[in-house]
């Protein structure tokens, strides 16, 4: 379930699959993962990220750091041609925060990417139990 739109060039080359949801019992904070693939001629760009069911959503990266997990914004996702990125997990991930209500497994969580240049990419995100993987 997901579209794309460009600017005048007409639709993005961009491919979003096995997009979901971690369920976070009593938190308004849940993470997003996805797989993207770049499947044009020229990279695309996410400069951001929006959802209709959180106050804030953006893109952060998990690293580990002397042994300590650390998270931080990821501001712009650059996506090579015939690239794919996967949204993880430990890795990249979709920061979602100010939940409108506390995400329940088999919801549908609305994701919009925004592309570089005036594009989004519409993603529908189940939500798994938590453990899920």
Known sequence: MLSCTGAAAGPAPLIAHDAW???TPGVDVAAAYLTLHNGGTRAV??????SALAGHAMIHETAL???QS???P???LSIAP???VRLEPG??????SMLAHPLAPGEQVPLQLLLEGGGTLAVIAPVRPPGAG
């Open 21 to 23: 949801v971690r369920a």
């Open 82 to 84: 015939g690239q794919t």
């Open 45 to 50: 760009v996410v400069i951001g990220v929006r």
């Open 74 to 76: 990821h501001a712009r």
């Open 91 to 96: 890795g990249l991930h979709v920061m979602l």
């Open 65 to 67: 750091n002397n042994g």
């Open 70 to 72: 650390s998270m931080r």
